[in-house]
């Protein structure tokens, strides 16, 4: 993947992330309130079909779609996230964690690629109602990265997540957490960074909300 010359290492880095929170951010509101939301669900579902994209806005098609998981790292980074929407960066860390060991199977990672450009081929990928595009999505993600550990213990209300179609869009908003993830750290990111450069990452996340 080729770099956006508009966008500096950092940046790139905390664009994939913000991907990678607000895929986590809609799974929590699917849990908690039975709903997501569209317009940052869609530019999440989009960019996990980009595979071979030339730059990292191009995953994300810019950055305009990504404000809400922006806002949820600047928040993070000022210790302005309460207790109850410390979940999303639980799944954060679950999915990171997850991802390192995806890549180390390489017949699933060829089953996932081949199943999402056949998908792609198959489906407006950037209609997220379409409820036959999140249960092949789902489907996808179930025969494969559902089958490593650890599991992503989702909490939230029960009748919720007990409704078919919203098990189809947290699959699917898992699935795409996990491509984030893999763009992160394919970009460099480290958990370590996030720990030590605090401060500047905040700077970098609020000058990235600004444009």
């Known amino acids: 993947m080729n770099n956006h010359t508009d966008y500096n290492a950092e940046q790139h880095q905390i664009i994939a992330l913000a991907g990678l929170l607000q895929s986590c951010q809609q799974v929590s509101l699917i ?25 990292v806005t191009d995953v994300y098609e810019g950055i305009a779609g990504l404000r809400p998981g922006l806002q949820y790292l600047c928040d993070l980074l000022q210790k302005k996230i309460v207790r109850a929407d410390m979940e999303v960066t639980r799944y954060a860390l679950t999915l990171l964690h997850l991802e390192r060991k995806l890549i180390q199977q390489k017949s699933t990672l060829d089953k996932i690629s081949q199943g999402l450009y056949a998908i ?10 379409n409820t036959t595009l999140l249960s092949r999505i789902a489907d996808l993600y179930a025969r494969t990265v559902s089958t490593i550990s650890p599991k992503v213990q989702v909490e939230g209300n029960r009748e919720y997540l007990s409704q078919l179609h919203n098990t189809h869009r947290v699959r699917t908003m898992l699935f795409a957490g996990i491509r984030s993830a893999v763009l992160w750290r394919q970009l460099g990111g480290t958990r370590w960074r996030l720990f030590f450069y605090r401060q500047r990452i905040l700077r970098t996340t609020e000058s990235l909300l600004e444009i």
């Open 120 to 129: 792609n081929n198959e489906f407006d990928i950037r209609d997220s109602s």
């Open 31 to 55: 849990a908690r309130q039975g709903h997501w939301n569209e317009s940052a669900a869609s530019t999440c579902v989009y960019s996990l079909f980009q595979l071979d994209a030339n730059s």
